[in-house]
Structure formats: C-alpha cells, structure tokens
C-alpha cells in the first residue's frame, strides 16, 4: 500500500522567513496530494492541495510543488507569521483509494 | 460546503464501559466513512473504513470486537468503542469523501479519556 514520509518533524523559523515541508510517497499511482494544518485538539484544516497533472500551485503564501518522477512533493510557506504555527500533515491518495495516507507531521513553530 | 458533523467532542469514561461516537453527514450522502485514531503528537491512522449496508473494513492491528462501526444509513455513522481502557485515550476522528470531489471533510474529532 501507500506510504507517506515527511520532513521535518519540527521546524522553527523567525517570523518572515520561509518555511519547507517535504514529503515523499511510494504508490506511483497516487495522484491527489493535500496539505493538512492541525491545531491543537482540533480537526484537521486542508490549506492546500495539488494533483498529478499539475507541478505546482499557489495559494497567496502557500505553495505547492510536485515531482511525479521523483514521487515527492512540497510545501512552501513564504513571510511566515506568528500564526501559522501549527501541525502540518501532508497525505497521498490514489485513484482507487477514498482513503488518505498522512505523513507524519510537522510542527512548525514561526517565533516573532 | 460540506459538513461533517461528529459528537461528542469530548467524553471521559471509566474503564471497561463503552463509548459512541457519532458522524452524520449534513448536507450530503456518505456511502462511506473513514475513522482515524490520533495519539498525541502523532499523525492521523486510519482505522476502519465503513460502508453504508456492508460490513467495515479494518486496519491491520485494529480490534474489529472492539472498535464497533456500523454505518445504519446514508447519513450517520458510528463508532463505538467497546470495554474501554486507558490506552485507548485518544482522539478519534471521522472523514467521509463526496463522489466526484477530492476534498476529503473531516468532523470535529472526539478526545475520549479512559479513566
């Protein structure tokens, strides 16, 4: 089955710094990547996604990129701010599958 | 949009009762459930898939005599958690997709506490 591996695990950057979130995935027939901010005790918010037939996106700060060959993809964060500290999960899905495979996080911590 | 609504979004209990979580679908039919299980400072797992009408498919590792799942309509489905213990303190959470959308629309999440 799918499987989704995420770096950092944690992540501190000054305010107005960018920040990179990476994840890699093994199913080469996944094609739909979501980018997931978790606050604490709280669900899940979906920031961003991107899918197969596309390389990137952007979103005002948040972007997304996506390498189909190397089967890994991207978040990047531009001017951080105090609140986008959070838990950031990204998750792969397959064109057979409802189910999505989360990384395993990453706590993003953006200092004033 | 779509809404997920999940309930209760916090319960405690004491060890060896049951607990029943529950998830409808407001605005739109949910053939199928998806039920994670999130440990602190972890990442969501998927537990169970639930399908409106047929049984529940389980994770590998998952207790299907424990974690009970029936999905009674096109509308709700449900989670119980059967002779509760601590190690089952967790935060649970459902997810239900919509035919044709790639979104996937989580409920609120439930924090239970096994005391």
């Known amino acids: 089955g799918e499987n989704v591996e995420q770096h950092p695990s944690t992540l501190s950057v000054q305010e107005g710094d960018s920040a990179v979130i990476k994840c890699t995935y093994s199913d080469s027939a996944s094609n739909y990547f979501p980018w997931y901010k978790q606050e604490l005790g709280k669900r899940p918010q979906l920031i961003i996604d991107?899918?197969?037939?596309?390389g990137e996106k952007k979103d005002q700060r948040i972007a997304v990129t996506l390498n189909k060959t190397a089967k890994h993809f991207s978040l990047h964060i531009t001017e951080t701010q105090p609140e986008d500290s959070a838990v950031y999960f990204c998750?792969?899905?397959?064109?057979?599958?409802?189910?999505?495979?989360f990384g395993k996080g990453t706590k993003l911590s953006v200092k004033p | 949009g779509a809404v997920v609504s999940q309930h209760p979004s916090r319960v405690i209990c004491k060890s060896g009762t049951s607990v029943k979580i529950e998830c409808r679908s407001l605005?739109?039919?949910?053939?199928?459930m998806f039920w994670y299980r999130q440990f602190p400072k972890q990442s969501l797992m998927l537990m169970a898939t639930?399908?409106?009408?047929?049984?529940?498919?389980?994770e590998q590792g998952v207790e299907k005599d424990k974690f009970l799942i029936n999905h009674a309509s096109l509308t709700l489905s449900t989670l119980t958690v059967t002779s509760a213990h601590p190690e089952d303190s967790s935060f649970y959470i459902c997810s239900a997709p919509i035919q044709g959308n790639t979104e996937a629309f989580f409920g609120q999440g439930t924090r239970l506490t096994v005391v």
């Open positions: 639930s399908n409106e009408g047929s049984k529940a498919t389980y």
């Open positions: 605005d739109f039919q949910a053939t199928t």
């Open positions: 991107i899918r197969s037939n596309v």
């Open positions: 998750a792969a899905r397959g064109p057979s599958q409802g189910n999505l495979i």
